[in-house]
């Protein structure tokens, strides 16, 4: 059993060595989430491999050629192997000229790689404003452990007071115990605090990329954010001109309307550049059975195809790319109306997170006073040390109601510079 406790104690202490705490300013933290959050690496490469696919479609239109042997011995007719007559070394080329149902799909693949571009930069915008918010939230969360740790000194302070009074007989011992349940209470407050900030600490330190294990702390600096637009109507034409999902579901409808095209170019004639070489040997008899032998031969021309019978995939194609058009077609629409809807929702939360913040500043502001007012009468012997104590418990009180109120305050404003676009500006 003790071997076992041995061997859990190592392990435990090999993880805490291993696991690293980061100190970073909120700007420092963002550089690093748009360098190394997995989530937007792996939304940069969907979009290279979308690049990536539209070299690929318009590789056709590269000469294609292709070298080799055709190496064999001939009893009787020199017969083709392969397509091609025996040679010692042979050599063919073949390259799109016209093929309008290829030059359209080249075009759809280069369109959907603007889509992966676009889905990248939204994807980027998303981990932007989570690190945000995660960073206000371990910062207000280590402003409020602060404060309770100074709650739970007053108490203690209120608490011993109490007792001399209960042992003086000027009290009853019922106002002692209650003094201890307020002191329990606000150190388990300490104790929740101080574990959500772990918490917050180690899923910001994730969205940064690093180990699950790591922790990120948070530097206490004053964020000046820029003002909301002056209307609501200002904040939905930013929204709608700058959002990226209304964007790349246009792109996803230009793609699909060359896709379209493409399908219905099936119809079309094409012409391909087609060449050949062969370097014959005269042991395949090619001059028994043909009236001259020549060692080179060449030839150079063009391929061209005329469907004369599409037959009916060419339509249902069309009309499966035309239902998907119109469902994307819908779905702007639906995101058109969502975007508009959340804007009105994020402008009227800006304006009440505001207006909640200055009555907590105004709430706070009281407190403070009240203290000071305590203080000097206590100077003066007309307070006692516990009213002090128990006013500076409330005014701490407020000071963490205030913390929470500027966090919801930055929080509601970082939302609505993310749905207009301008939070990236905001944080650079």
Do not use: C
């Not at 000071?399 to 500027?406: S, V």
């Amino acid at each position: 059993m003790v071997k076992l406790f041995a061997i859990a104690s190592a392990a435990v202490l090999l993880t805490a060595a291993r696991a690293e705490v980061h100190t970073l300013t909120l700007r420092q933290a963002v550089k690093l989430a748009m360098k190394q959050n997995p989530d937007l690496i792996l939304a940069r490469l969907d979009e290279r491999q979308a690049q990536e696919k539209a070299k690929e479609a318009k590789d056709p239109f590269w000469p294609q050629i292709v070298a080799g042997s055709g190496l064999a011995y001939s009893n009787g007719f020199p017969m083709s192997i392969e397509g091609s007559a025996p040679s010692i070394v042979q050599a063919s080329a073949r390259q799109f000229i016209f093929n309008r149902a290829q030059s359209l799909a080249v075009a759809q693949t280069r369109e959907s790689a603007r889509g992966a571009a676009i889905s990248a930069s939204s994807k980027r915008d998303e981990i932007v404003f989570r690190t945000a918010d995660l960073y206000l939230t371990a910062e207000r969360t280590t402003r409020a452990a602060q404060v309770a740790r100074n709650q739970v000194s007053s108490l203690e302070k209120v608490l011993d007071a109490l007792r001399a009074r209960v042992a003086e007989g000027r009290e009853l011992p019922l106002e002692a115990r209650r003094a201890e349940l307020n002191l329990a209470r606000a150190r388990q407050r300490v104790e929740m605090l101080e574990g959500d900030l772990e918490s917050a600490g180690r899923s910001l330190a994730t969205v940064l990329g690093f180990s699950a294990e790591d922790r990120v702390s948070v530097v206490e600096e004053p964020l000046d954010l820029p003002s909301p637009p002056e209307s609501e109507r200002e904040a939905i034409e930013e929204a709608l001109r700058s959002s990226k999902e209304m964007r790349r579901l246009e792109s996803e409808m230009q793609a699909k309307g060359l896709e379209i095209r493409s399908h219905r170019s099936e119809r079309l004639p094409r012409v391909d550049l087609v060449a050949q070489y062969g370097l014959f040997a005269r042991f395949n008899n090619y001059e028994d059975f043909f009236r001259t032998f020549q060692r080179h031969n060449g030839q150079l021309g063009v391929s061209i195809q005329i469907p004369l019978l599409a037959g009916p995939g060419v339509g249902a194609r069309v009309a499966q790319s035309e239902i998907d058009l119109t469902r994307l077609r819908t779905q702007l629409q639906l995101v058109r109306n969502r975007v508009e809807l959340d804007v009105r929702n994020g402008y009227r939360a800006v304006r009440q997170a505001e207006t909640a913040r200055q009555v907590a500043k105004l709430d706070l502001d009281v407190a403070r006073e009240q203290l000071s007012v305590l203080l000097a009468r206590m100077e003066e012997g007309r307070a006692s040390l516990q009213q002090v104590e128990e006013a500076r418990f409330a005014e701490n009180e407020k000071w963490i109601a205030f913390y929470q109120a500027q966090t919801a305050s930055e929080r509601a404003v970082l939302d609505l510079l993310w749905q207009t676009g301008g939070l990236m500006a905001a944080l650079q």
